[in-house]
Structure formats: structure tokens, C-alpha cells
């Protein structure tokens, strides 16, 4: 190399990647190998990382459940007492008017005291069951609640989904394709369509399951869409 040689500045270009996704510049001094993949989506990491959050709102989720019918049992057994409370005074029509007479002003009194209470706890009750039924089932208010101690639920849901639809539609993708093969190894080339067999179809009905989830996200709150995810993913 002659070092009073003036210097000579090569161009810089672009070589595309092969998937599509994205353009690196490099110096025109000869061919490099392909760079597969640099930019595309992970969606198996980004699945998992959303997944271990859910499975913590989840669990938050039980957890209240559980509490709802902690609450419930307390108050079906303080029921139950009040009400055995109440017929331990009960008094037979039999015997001396005199102790009649005296057992039936104490049984009447305790009815009077007790008898508000177990009206009024039988109500409370009843609230409670329709409670936690609706909370087992779909209920948005309960989700609601949910919500608020975890405000980042519905970012949560959309990454988990998207994240899930993504790899669900390649894996649908790639079953077509072998099975395409399959069919043109065996029956010759355009004999028999991949899209048309149960194996796809069945790939195919997951994918669009999931896509479904995807646009009900673009417009539905987490409240509707929590317990359908949850049950898709990761139950």
C-alpha cells in the first residue's frame, strides 16, 4: 500500500435481509452470509413474560375467591348458631301452665332478639352466594376489582394474546407446508390441497381462535376479555 496514495472511499450499500424485516449497511468488499431472523418477533419470550405476570393476577384472583368464601362459611355457621340458639328455648305445649307461662316469656324474648338477626343474616347471605357465583362465572365487576390493584392488566392481555396468535398462526403455517409436501410427495403436485385436510384445519381453527381474541382486544375492556384469555392460555 502506498501511504501517499490519496484515500479511497467506497460507497456503503445495503443488503436486505432475507426475511424481509430489515436493511444493514456494510462496506462493498465482497459477499457476507445471510443474517436470518435479527429483527423477528420472539414471540416465545414475549409469550413468557406475559404469561408470568397472568399467572400472578391469576393466582391474586383465587386468592379473593378464596377469601369471598372464607366469608360466606362464617356466615352460614354464625346462621347456624343464632338458629340453634334460638330453638334451645323453644317450649313444648305440655306439663305445668305455671313453667309454661315462665319458659314461653323467656323463649319470646330471645325470638325478639333473635329472630332480626337471623332475617337480617339469611339476607346478607344470600347477597354473599350471588357474590362469589358471579365472581366464579364472568363477572366484570369482579374483574373490575381486580383491575385496579393491577393496573397493567389489559397491556398484559394484549401482549399474551398477540404473543400466542403469532406462534399459533407460524405453527399452523408450518403444518400446511409439510403436509402440502406430503400430499404432492404422495399423490403428485396439485392432486390434493393441505388447506383441505383435518390435520391443517384443526391448526388453522386454533390460529383464528386466537385472532379473534386479538381484534375483541382492539375494543373490548379487560374486563370482557380476561377470563377468555385466561382460559385459553393457561388453563
Known sequence: ?????????????????????????????????????????????????????????????????????????????????????????????????????????????KNLELSPLIESLRKWIGGLSRQNTLARADDPGSIAKLKAEFPTMKPLLVDAICAKAGQLKGEADRIAKEEQKRLNDVYGVGEYEAEETQVVKRARASSEYLERLVQRATTEPAESLYLDVVRSLLQ
Not at 426475511?19 to 462496506?27: K, S
Open 1 to 109: 500500500m502506498n501511504p501517499t496514495a490519496p484515500l479511497e472511499l467506497r460507497p456503503i450499500q445495503h443488503e436486505s435481509l432475507d426475511d424481509g424485516e430489515a436493511e444493514l449497511p456494510h462496506a462493498d468488499e465482497g459477499p457476507k452470509p445471510p443474517r436470518r431472523g435479527l429483527f423477528r418477533v420472539n414471540y416465545a419470550a414475549k409469550l413468557e413474560k406475559a404469561l408470568a405476570e397472568l399467572s400472578k393476577i391469576e393466582q391474586r384472583r383465587k386468592e379473593l375467591l378464596q377469601w369471598d368464601k372464607a366469608e360466606e362459611q362464617a356466615a352460614n355457621e354464625l346462621l347456624n348458631e343464632l338458629q340453634s340458639e334460638l330453638n334451645a328455648v323453644d317450649v313444648p305445649r305440655e306439663g305445668d301452665l305455671d313453667a309454661f307461662r315462665k319458659g314461653y316469656r323467656i323463649s319470646l324474648r
